[in-house]
């Protein structure tokens, strides 16, 4: 892919079968033009943050190649979510359960504030589990080259 960037996404899932939305959300990113999955972190359970009480998290990040922009990119995850019965709604309180969660960690080393996209996502310095997984990926990258 010419022009491309590596960025590193993390997957959340918090209902229904944790595993399986993780895989079918990896998946969709494997099969989508424009985005190589490079890698992919080990799997860690987290306790929920948000509201009321909530099943843990499983967590995974994977790290893609694309020739996509942020903004392209943010719609593939806001798709995978959708294709993962993930449901967006006023009513919903923002960190809700949800069968998969895709967000963008970092998209190579570009700084991007728009209302709708924070990159590098802005709760990356309080989710130690993202750090590790991040490291994790860093030296699984570093070790192919």
């Not at 999955?37 to 843990?56: C, K, Y």
């Not at 995974?60 to 990119?73: C, F, G, I, K, N």
């Not at 069968?99 to 989710?127: S, Y």
């Amino acid at each position: 892919m010419p022009n491309t960037e590596v960025a590193f996404l993390a997957l959340g899932s918090n209902l229904g079968d944790r595993e399986a939305n993780l895989a079918a959300a990896l998946s969709l990113a494997s099969a989508s033009p424009g985005c190589e999955v490079l890698a992919q972190s080990s799997i860690d359970e987290t306790t929920a943050v948000g509201p009321g009480e909530q099943g843990p998290y499983l967590n995974q990040m994977v790290a893609v190649r694309t020739d996509m922009s942020p903004e392209e990119l943010l719609s593939l995850c806001m798709e995978i979510e959708k294709q993962g019965g993930r449901v967006r709604s006023e009513d919903l309180p923002r960190w809700c359960p949800r069968t998969i969660d895709v967000d963008i960690v970092t998209f190579g080393k570009k700084v991007v504030n728009e209302p709708d996209l924070v990159i590098p996502h802005p709760q990356l310095a309080h989710r130690n589990f993202w750090q590790r997984e991040l490291k994790e990926l860093e030296n699984i990258l570093s070790d192919r080259r």
